[in-house]
C-alpha cells in the first residue's frame, strides 16, 4: 500500500517543476544566425556596405538579391536595438524628447513613408527587394538621428553647467581678449567665389545645392503625373521649417537614392 501512495505521488508531480530542473533552460538566447556569430557592436562598427560584404562570403549565401536583403535585417536589427537603447537612457535622464517633439517626428516619418512609397512605385525600372530593404535602413536613419540629437543636447547642457560652475567667481563684464576676438574674425585664409554682379560671396560646390540639381533633373525624367505625385510628397518633408540644413540635406540625398536606376553610380555613398 505503502508503494502504491509513493508512486501516485510522483506521478502526481506537475510536469512543469520536473522541467525547471533541467538545466538547459537557463541558457541565453543564441544570437540571430544572420549576425554570423558577431555582436550588434561589431557589425555596426562595419559600414553597411562593407558588412554586406562580409555576410556575403561567409553566411555561405549567394551574391544575389536574397543575401542583400538577409544582411540588411540583420544591420537593420542591430539599428533598432541601439536607437531603442538610446531613447531608454533618455528617458531614465529626463532628456528624452516631450510629447509635442515626438507627435512631430511621428508626422516626419508618416511624410518619409508617403515619399518612399511613391518613388519606388515611380522608379523604372520597380525597384527590387534590395532597394526596399535599403530603404528601410534609411528610415532607420532618421529615428536614430532624431534620439541623438537629444543626446547631444543634454551632453551641452551638463558640459555649460560644469563650466558656468566653474566660473562662479569670475569677474562679470570682462572685455573679451584677443583670442575671443580673433575665433570671431574670418580665416585669412578662407576661400571663397564670388558670382553675381554685386560680387555676392558664395562658396563652390555646396553640397545642397548639388542634391537640389541631381533631385530635379530626376525628377524632369519621369511622367508628368509620377513627378507632381512625388513632387507634392517631397515637398511636404523638405517644407517643414524646424528640419536642419544637415537634416534637408540627407533628405535629398535619399530622395534621389530612392529614384536611382538600378547599377548606377550613387550620387552619394549610404550614410550608414
Known sequence: ??????????????PGMLGQSRPG???APARDRDQLGMS??????????????????????????QATVRAVAA???CYDERTDRLAASLGRTGADPLMGARGEF??????????TAKALAASEPAADEAKSALAQLYEKQFRYEFYQGYEKKAGEASATGAKQSS??????????????????????GAEVTTTGGEG?????????TAAKNHFGELLDALPEDKEHQLHSAFGDMVGRSHISDATRLEIYRYAIFLLEAPGATPFSPAPF
Open 25 to 27: 533552460n537557463t541558457r
Open 75 to 77: 544591420y537593420g536589427k
Open 40 to 65: 550588434c557592436a561589431q557589425i555596426l562598427g562595419m559600414s553597411s556596405t562593407e558588412w554586406i560584404e562580409e555576410f556575403k562570403q561567409k553566411a555561405n549565401a549567394d551574391s544575389g538579391e
Open 106 to 115: 511621428r508626422d516626419f516619418e508618416s511624410a518619409i513613408e508617403n515619399l
Open 200 to 208: 555676392a560671396a558664395q562658396v563652390s560646390d555646396d553640397p545642397l
Open 1 to 14: 500500500m505503502k508503494l502504491a501512495l509513493m508512486a501516485a505521488a510522483i506521478l502526481a508531480v506537475s
Open 167 to 188: 566660473h562662479a567667481g569670475a569677474t562679470t563684464g570682462a572685455r573679451p581678449g584677443a583670442s575671443d576676438a580673433s575665433r570671431a574674425a574670418p580665416s585669412a
